[in-house]
């Protein structure tokens, strides 16, 4: 098959995959918006996440060797899992802000309930009921990293091995 084909082949893959992912986290988001009267953050920088895979892809492809390109177009598996990993680079990186590993004024900041000591589970609800971006910008800066975390494939990683180098000094 022709790098052209195998191309338009991997698109055509990447799009109808990115679109169904999409499709199932705009619904679980909306029914739990509309029914629980909940904005699941999470499923945002999933989504986001997967958005920023599927943009960085579909870049690389005009640039990936021809034996790259053939893996790709022979398995779906192979496309989705990029976005994928996209997407639950963006988690980690959600996690990363929630629990303060990630700070700085261009990261967003948090409105998190405070815990008994020892922590109950009625924190844990409150936790992950109530815990939200501060302010509107710290939800755009939060949506705007889970497309970064989504489209650079080492940046998670990146922030992920300086958490732990940091610990161990």
Known sequence: MSRTANRLRITRRLILMTAGVLVCVVALFGV????????LVSW?????????GFVSIQQRLNTLADEALDLLSASWFQI????????LFALALYLGFLSGIVSGEAFPHFAIPTFHAPPTTADLQ???STAYP???????????????AGFSERFVPQIIGKAGGATQD
């Open 32 to 39: 739990t918006l509309v029914f629980g009267g909940r904005f």
């Open 44 to 52: 945002a920088c999933f989504g986001c996440g997967l958005l920023g």
């Open 134 to 148: 501060a302010t509107g910008a710290d939800l755009a800066k939060l949506l705007f990293w889970s497309i970064v």
């Open 126 to 128: 409150a936790f992950f």
């Open 80 to 87: 989705a899992l990029i976005p994928v990993y996209g997407g």
